[in-house]
């Protein structure tokens, strides 16, 4: 059973920038591939970000696209999205996942283990 652990939300004002952490119990086949995803009261979860492991490989939603950036440190077995320019629009609850794919994956359906999910909440 792999644990997912997020941290680094909070409130900040629009245009400010926030790093969220995730914090992996494992590195191995179950997580070659990590992604973030969000969810906005009353919408459906949204795919933002994932990254491989083994080649560092990523891929973006376009709506966070030049504004989010995610990168993985092996040896802390920890996954970041640094988030600048944040728009209210960008307020939800954000959760880590991790999936057994050797490529990145957009699909919630992919991934195997989540996150409790982290508030993040921008002022306009």
């Known amino acids: 059973q792999v644990h997912l652990v997020e941290s680094g939300g909070g409130l900040v004002q629009a245009g400010d920038s926030l790093r969220l952490s995730c914090a992996a119990s494992?590195?191995?086949?179950?997580?070659?591939?990590m992604g973030w995803f969000r969810q906005a009261p009353g919408k459906e979860r949204e795919f933002v970000a994932a990254i491989t492991w083994i080649d560092g490989n990523t891929d973006y939603a376009a709506s966070v696209k030049g504004r989010f950036t995610i990168s993985a440190d092996s040896a802390k077995n920890t996954v970041y999205l640094q988030m600048n320019s944040l728009r209210p629009e960008d307020a939800a609850l954000y959760y880590c996942a991790a999936g057994r794919p050797s490529v990145v994956h957009t699909v919630a359906g992919t991934y195997t283990y989540w996150g409790q999910g982290i508030r993040v909440t921008v002022s306009s």
């Open positions: 494992e590195r191995s086949s179950n997580t070659r591939t």
